[in-house]
């Protein structure tokens, strides 16, 4: 092993990175930061909850809401396609039929998202 340790698994965003490597360490924590500001939600004055439960609340956001829910939509939409290892839709755009249901926890994250899209058959 040539003293070399093993890797490390963050407890809190699943990355896998080398103890000993600052690399890693840095990569690691440029990830935190991104989804850090991805997932924060300190909430809106018009926004539209749909259901409010004991660990959180719904909010429902569409392609006609203000600029910052849809930039937050976009940005919580491109942090669950990467996560997913999807290629996300054209940046910037929001499917003009789509809703976004975020489950936002009381202390002001997004912790959870469901994009819905009509289909035709």
Same mark, same amino acid.
């Given at each position: 092993?040539?003293?070399q340790? *093993?890797?490390l698994q963050?407890?809190s965003?699943?990355?896998?990175?080398?103890?000993g490597?600052?690399?890693?360490?840095l990569?690691h924590?440029?990830h935190? /930061?991104r /989804?850090r500001?991805?997932?924060?939600?300190?909430?809106w004055?018009s926004?539209?909850?749909?259901?409010?439960?004991w660990?959180g609340?719904?909010?429902?956001? /569409?392609?006609g809401d203000?600029k910052?829910a849809l930039s937050?939509?976009w940005?919580? /939409?491109?942090?669950?396609?990467?996560?997913?290892?999807?290629?996300?839709p054209f940046? *910037?755009q929001?499917p *003009?039929?789509?809703?976004?249901y975020l489950f936002?926890h009381?202390?002001?994250a997004?912790?959870g998202c469901?994009?819905?899209?009509?289909?035709?058959?």
């Amino acid at each position: 092993e040539a003293g070399q340790q *093993g890797a490390l698994q963050c407890g809190s965003c699943g990355m896998l990175l080398a103890a000993g490597v600052a690399e890693d360490r840095l990569q690691h924590l440029r990830h935190h /930061l991104r /989804l850090r500001h991805a997932l924060r939600f300190p909430g809106w004055k018009s926004e539209r909850v749909v259901a409010e439960f004991w660990d959180g609340r719904i909010v429902l956001v /569409l392609p006609g809401d203000p600029k910052y829910a849809l930039s937050k939509a976009w940005a919580v /939409l491109e942090q669950a396609d990467a996560e997913l290892g999807f290629p996300g839709p054209f940046p *910037g755009q929001f499917p *003009g039929n789509s809703r976004l249901y975020l489950f936002i926890h009381p202390r002001g994250a997004v912790i959870g998202c469901a994009e819905a899209q009509p289909i035709r058959q």
